[in-house]
């Protein structure tokens, strides 16, 4: 079965679908695995939850998460990407009883108001422009549960030499303008504006990729 992007003025990856898996854990130098892992253990997952995965990609987080999860008591992870064929790869590779993916835009979520125990993004929000951004911050903060979690690992303030070299490298030869809004450090302050906690910075990676762990304040719905 094949799936239709959705249209977005985010950078999607359908060219990038087929070699994405072989590529990603070259490009992060191996340590792919082990953020991702930290990642999950700030979802404080329980077997019931819903978790939504923002910008999903080939679905290897949600997949991860989904294996902390009992089908059996509702508990599912629905990882979501605009890229037709990032869905598409996996569908096909990585869904399963308590793993599910479909095509949406992060700003324009499908999913009613407070569904989510919690929402996570790994490596997704320096894909999207200042006012995608900010929409999808608001949409993440729709969707979440009040007293939900926000687990966000990606590119922030370079806290290394390398880090730098590798982060303005990756802006300027990939000619993604977005990724110089993630290293001028804007995510912060997103995430606040858009209703939840000031987030915790609680780790850098390779220095310059950072776990934000945040949440939506109870007695806040949407
Ligand atoms: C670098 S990949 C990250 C994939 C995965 N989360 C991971 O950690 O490997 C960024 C993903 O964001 C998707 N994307 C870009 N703009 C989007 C949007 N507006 N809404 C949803 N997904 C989008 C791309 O298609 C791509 O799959």
Known sequence: ?????????????????GVYDILEPWVMFGF?????RQVIDHLEIEPDHRIL???????????????????EKGGVAIGIDAAGKMIQGAVEKR????CTFRTAAAEALPFENDSFDSVVS?????????????????????????????????????????????AH??????????????????????????GFTYPRLVKTYLGYITLFVSKKPVGLTS
């Open 1 to 17: 079965m094949s799936y239709s992007s959705i249209p977005t003025r985010g950078r999607t990856l359908d060219y990038a679908a």
């Open 32 to 36: 792919q695995e082990k953020i991702n």
């Open 53 to 71: 995965d923002v910008g999903c990609g080939t679905g290897v987080v949600t997949r991860m998460i989904s294996e902390k999860l009992s089908p």
């Open 95 to 98: 869904q399963g009883p308590a």
């Open 122 to 166: 790994t490596l997704f929000f320096h894909h999207i422009q200042m006012d995608l951004k900010i929409r999808a911050f608001a949409e993440a903060f729709r969707v979440l549960k009040p007293g939900g979690r926000l687990v966000i690992s990606d590119m922030h303030v370079p806290e290394t030499f390398l880090g730098a070299l590798i």
């Open 169 to 194: 490298a990756s802006r300027w030869l990939l000619f993604q303008p977005q990724i110089g809004e993630n290293i001028r450090g804007v995510l912060p302050d997103l995430i606040q504006e858009a």
